[in-house]
């Protein structure tokens, strides 16, 4: 097959610790040596796309480097024999645009391990809107209910409720029929949230005073946490008898300050949720409910911001800043 002539996204180390992200003419030789090749339609863009984008090696080892954790589109050939050419697909997690050039590009070549054909009922550009962070949210939802959440169960906390994950998250559980407490930092964002269903919007800080308490005032029945941090034992403080959090974000940090007593006086579970290693047999499961009894498709539409991959740059400073709203979707052909 001939060598052909793509744009990505090109992360280099041009001084120590000082990063550039630009957008560069790239030919199918450079791709790695993986049987799946596509033409992708449409990434998205993840914080941890962000911290790939400024150096951060303990997401990315090596530069140049493409980021992107995420990309969707039309298979051009595969080695394997999995696929044939002009399957719409998918993929999210495992080592893709980490340390394996990732979706930020028009061109992408993967495992076919790592791919997940397109659920009927989705769109290409709908898949990214979704993406890694929908896959997330999600299995967020889905280890709720597993846990036993119900509706009539009370109030559920979502916190970085404005980021991608926290979003669909909250529109998901409203979907289900969830009363949803929508937590942000970015309170000039609450009508954001309200039209994703939110039954009501708290500022961050509503949490704060419980940082010094043992176990505080039940509060919530369930909870989704996307941040980690302090955070995260803060909600677990506040919720009720018998309920949970699932647990899928370190943004704020990776570790805590706990006590048992949330735990053995209220049983509360600590529900720990991973999209990236992920068996795709459960991706898959988890992508055709997105498609299907939970497709939130008029929400998806106010969740997503569409930018070109020229954009890109721009945009994953605005994550890395913490100024991220929704979803940004990369559309190659913008």
């Known amino acids: 097959m001939s060598e052909q002539t793509f744009r990505a996204m090109l992360v280099e180390e041009v001084a120590a610790g000082k990063y550039d992200q630009t957008i560069v003419a790239r030919t199918t030789a450079d791709l790695p040596a993986n049987p799946v090749q596509v033409v992708v339609s449409h990434s998205s863009l993840n914080y941890k796309d962000a911290l790939s984008a400024f150096g951060n090696r303990a997401v990315t080892r090596e530069y140049p480097h493409t980021p992107g954790i995420d990309a969707a589109g039309s298979v051009i050939h595969d080695n394997s024999g999995t696929f044939r050419p002009g399957d719409k697909v998918l993929v999210t997690g495992y080592d893709f645009g980490m340390n394996t050039a990732g979706g930020l590009a028009e061109r992408i070549a993967v495992p076919a391990e790592w791919v997940t054909p397109l659920p009927a009922g989705l769109t290409l550009r709908e898949s990214m809107i979704l993406g890694t962070a929908g896959l997330t949210a999600g299995l967020c939802v889905e280890k709720l209910l597993e846990a036993g959440a119900t509706p009539e169960d009370g109030e559920v906390l979502v916190t970085g409720a404005t980021g991608g994950v926290g979003s ?8 289900l029929g969830f009363r949803v407490a929508a937590v942000t930092g970015k309170l000039e964002s ?10 009501k919007v708290l500022d961050r800080e509503t949490l704060a005073p419980f940082a010094s ?16 941090g ?4 803060n909600v677990i ?29 209220r049983g509360i579970s600590l529900l720990g949720v991973d999209s990236v290693e992920l068996p795709l047999a459960k991706k898959a499961e988890v992508w055709e409910k997105l498609a299907g009894d939970w497709y939130i498709g008029e929400q998806l539409q106010r969740i997503a911001e569409d930018i070109s991959l020229e954009q890109a740059p721009e945009f994953l400073a605005r994550l890395h800043r913490g100024h991220g709203i929704g979803r940004y979707v990369v559309d190659m052909n913008r």
Do not use: H, R
Request: one cysteine or more.
């Open 237 to 265: 403080k506040c919720l009720k008898y018998g309920g949970g959090v699932a647990a899928c974000g370190m943004a704020s940090g990776a570790q805590f300050q706990a006590n048992v007593f949330p735990f053995i006086l």
């Open 190 to 199: 609450a009508d954001f949230l309200t039209a994703l269903g939110a039954w």
């Open 168 to 175: 669909i998250t909250v529109a998901l559980l409203a979907k």
């Open 230 to 233: 302090e955070t995260l034992f």
């Open 213 to 228: 308490k043992a176990i505080a005032k039940p509060l919530w029945a369930w909870a989704v946490d996307t941040v980690g």
